[in-house]
């Protein structure tokens, strides 16, 4: 009887012990994988973060460019008017730069004008947001080298007419340097930061839709319809 009870005993120890060492062991795989996965308001994993951060201030300054070219097109105003739709109305100016006339003289461009520039100027404001809460960067837009050029030759650019076309091809090639970046961000980017892939993919479609359109008023407006959106050297903004 005493045989039979300790060998009870033994098993009963073995399989507590199997039973605990089970239980380490699914903790442990638990820590594991908890240890590996990110969380939707975090950070991103390895190589993703820097991606992230990188194409974050990226498009910032990228857009951040926008609101300049894109109010010189419209104008500025102090003051939003009041109706609805109103086809004079202009746009905030961009910090650190003054009052600006409307150089567009189409209603269309400059209607055109006005929501890219608002569209963008909140969609600085969302990824501001991410650095700040994901990686505790608080980042200050810039202007771009390039965008500095576009700015520029659009300043110099008489109003009009001549303005029309050549903001439609600088603003169109301006788009285009967003569209490659933002397609990487879709595959690159962490695979829980679904805000930001929607972000990115929501840049594409605008983007490319923008072109499109711009295109389009090149063509109807202006007749001309071979007009092709590049970037960098193979740019040709000033022919017509």
Excluded at 120 to 145: C, D, F, K, S, V
């Amino acid at each position: 009887m005493k045989a039979q009870t300790l060998k009870l005993n033994r098993f009963s120890f073995t399989a507590q012990s199997r039973a605990l060492a089970r239980r380490v062991a699914l903790g442990l795989g638990i820590l594991a994988v908890s240890a590996g996965t990110a969380h939707a308001d975090g950070p991103g994993r390895g190589n993703t973060a820097q991606f992230e951060k990188n194409y974050l201030v990226f498009i910032v300054n990228h857009h951040y460019s926008a609101l300049r070219i894109t109010e010189l097109a419209a104008g500025t105003d102090p003051m939003r008017d009041p109706q609805v739709v109103a086809p004079q109305e202009g746009t905030s100016a961009t910090p650190g730069f003054g009052a600006t006339p409307a150089k567009a003289s189409d209603d269309e461009i400059r209607s055109m004008a006005r929501m890219g520039n608002r569209e963008q100027r909140e969609e600085i404001g969302r990824a501001l947001r991410m650095l700040r809460e994901w990686y505790g960067i608080q980042y200050q837009p810039q202007l771009t080298p390039d965008g500095r050029r576009m700015i520029a030759m659009l300043e110099a650019t008489p109003a009009g007419a001549q303005f029309n076309q050549v903001f439609l091809r600088t603003f169109s090639n301006h788009h285009l340097s967003a569209l490659a970046p933002s397609l990487h961000c879709t595959v690159k980017s962490d695979l829980n930061h679904d805000g930001l892939q929607r972000y990115c993919e929501n840049i594409v479609i605008v983007q490319k839709n923008g072109i499109n359109d711009m295109r389009e008023m090149l063509c109807k407006k202006y007749s001309d319809c071979g007009f092709i959106p590049m970037t960098g050297d193979k740019r040709k903004d000033y022919e017509f």
